[in-house]
């Protein structure tokens, strides 16, 4: 039921996680052509690795035309032996739950920042303050990725994460097509006006490096945003018999590519150099008085 659009979304959706947030501090690190090459390279090997898996799907008996619904487990347990098969799944699913805690903690830092910026400060409880275990704190800190800073803290923003997410994860994926439209508009809206913002600071532009040597933060982070074949049956089971998968894949890679290159370039361009400090894309907005750019993060 899901057409060509709505499955582009989806996996872009899949793909465009929390670490557009790093891509400036990468570009400043790595080097602007090498955000560009690794980012491109890696996405032809997602997608040869996509295709492969779905080429593994319609090999199953009497699947052809995906006309059973295949999920990942499926695939591993008729492919693989039992000691394999649990060791992939295993694999599967600490990808899946780290990839879910990286969105989840992305998502209440978004919020911890609106509750500073809209109350002076972001509630939370403490877990190693000098008063004791769970002692309330309220962080107002604007030059970490969190109003917190380093300590060990529950955001009181998770409980709100958690009320908006639990809804929408009980449904099935075709039930959230139109949240996939919502989400890639707000982030091509987004994107639009952090490029803006950029290129509007008094050092913007400020030389970046074309290639360097410090290439391992890029490559770890690029390959983690990447990863996104386990999440490729569901979506088959799902989509419409005339949507043609390698378009899906190139119209998906091409979109992310693009925007996280330019958000990282004109960003790392923009700023002194912070790549080895706790600040992150977000932070330098959220503590840069736009009100526009304060919203938007």
């Known amino acids: 039921t899901i057409g060509l659009f709505g499955g582009v979304m989806l996996l872009v959706n899949n ?45 199953m008996p009497g699947n052809k035309h995906f006309e059973q619904r ?12 039992q000691p394999a098969c649990t060791a992939v799944m295993m694999c599967y699913h600490a990808n899946s739950i780290l990839s879910l805690m990286s969105l989840i903690i992305q998502s209440a830092q978004v919020v911890d920042y609106m509750m500073l910026n809209v109350y002076g400060c972001a509630p939370g409880l403490a877990l190693n303050h000098r008063q004791g275990p769970f002692a309330y704190v309220c962080g107002t800190r604007t030059d970490s990725v969190t109003p917190f800073g380093d300590g060990l803290i529950v955001s009181g923003s998770m409980a709100l994460v958690a009320a908006v997410c639990v809804p929408f994860a009980v449904r099935n994926l075709d039930d959230n097509v139109v949240l996939q439209y919502l989400a890639i508009a707000g982030l091509t809206a987004m994107s639009a006006v952090w490029i803006c913002l950029l290129a509007s600071e008094p050092e ?52 992310v590519v693009l925007v996280y290159t330019v958000v990282g370039v004109v960003g790392g361009m923009a700023y002194q150099p912070f790549y080895d400090t706790g600040e992150n894309l977000f932070s330098k907005i959220n503590a840069g008085g736009s009100r526009l750019g304060k919203a938007t993060v």
Not at 23 to 46: F, K, N, R
Not at 217 to 241: C, D, H, I, Q, Y
């Open 204 to 255: 913007f532009p400020r030389p970046l490096p074309t290639f360097t040597s410090s290439q391992g933060s890029l490559v770890g982070t690029v390959l983690f945003n990447f990863a996104f074949s386990s999440t490729l049956p569901s979506w088959v089971n799902e989509k419409r018999p005339e949507v043609s998968v390698m378009t899906s894949f190139c119209i998906t890679m091409a979109y």
């Open 70 to 81: 295949i999920e990942f487990a499926n695939l591993t347990r008729f492919y693989l032996p």
């Open 15 to 59: 793909l465009a996680g929390p670490t557009i947030a790093s891509m400036p501090a990468l570009a400043q690190e790595s080097g602007w052509l090498a955000v560009l090459l690794v980012q491109a390279l890696v996405a032809i090997l997602a997608v040869a690795c996509g295709n492969m898996l779905i080429v593994a799907m319609a090999m």
